[in-house]
């Protein structure tokens, strides 16, 4: 005798899978509406990269006057339009900005202001002429160290016009070179000092004296002019 199993009625099958169906849903809806938890300290979501301010000289913006390279780091000379306010950008933008004072002393700054010399220690030095006749100039160096650079502050001046930078020692570390006029009993710019002799004096990156040339009748008559170029045997102790 043959045995014949029950069916399962259909509408018991078609209720089954619908409550399955409800069940999966509703438990994807709470996982969804769970609370997120807050993440771990050091953990979290980084914010946004800051806009660097843009660099602004006078109040307003800056234009490019000159610019180098020195062992590879971009040096950007930076002025208002009326040279009144000057800026010194070290490294790729936003990179380290110094405001250079010697813009305020009235300095004439142009393409050939900024002379820059790479090194263990390198260096530049922004120069300016001051007055009509140019023969006054102020010099502001800034010195990098370790990838660190500063600026130490005390501006150069020459009396005599000129203003440059050379490894005059041969050590591989820049100088200072200051021509000034010898006049030790009158002031600078008086006209029994621009009469006097002129020399040159050799400055270390650090503002010390390191010696002077003989004492010419001009500048001219020193080694390289108009871009001095002195070395160690054109020195000697300068004139007390």
Do not use: N
Request: charged share 20%; proline share 10%; glycine share 12%.
């Amino acid at each position: 005798m043959r045995t014949t199993a029950a069916r399962t009625p259909r509408s018991a099958l078609l209720t089954a899978v619908l409550a399955a169906v409800i069940t999966v849903g509703a438990i994807g809806a709470v996982f969804l509406l769970r609370p997120r938890p807050e993440a771990a300290p050091g953990l979290a979501e980084p914010a946004a990269t800051p806009v660097p301010p843009a660099v602004t000289c006078g109040g307003g913006p800056c234009r490019q006057l000159a610019a180098v390279t020195v062992g590879g780091t971009p040096v950007v000379l930076l002025t208002d339009s009326a040279g009144g306010s000057a800026r010194l950008r070290v490294g790729p933008e936003p990179g380290t900005v110094f405001e250079l004072s010697i813009a305020q002393l009235g300095v004439r700054l142009d393409q050939d202001s900024l002379r820059c010399i790479d090194g263990p220690s390198p260096a530049c030095l922004v120069r300016g002429d001051v007055g009509e006749d140019g023969t006054t100039a102020y010099g502001e160096l800034l010195v990098g160290s370790g990838g660190v650079w500063r600026d130490p502050g005390k501006p150069f001046y020459a009396d005599a016009g000129t203003l440059s930078l050379y490894d005059v020692t041969a050590d591989a570390v820049p100088d200072v070179i200051v021509v000034r006029h010898d006049c030790p009993d009158a002031a600078s710019g008086t006209p029994k000092c621009v009469a006097a002799p002129v020399l040159g004096e050799v400055y270390d990156l650090a503002g010390r004296s390191v010696g002077c040339t003989r004492r010419v009748t001009s500048p001219s008559d020193l080694r390289g002019w108009p871009d001095i170029r002195l070395t160690r045997a054109d020195l000697r102790a300068c004139p007390s």
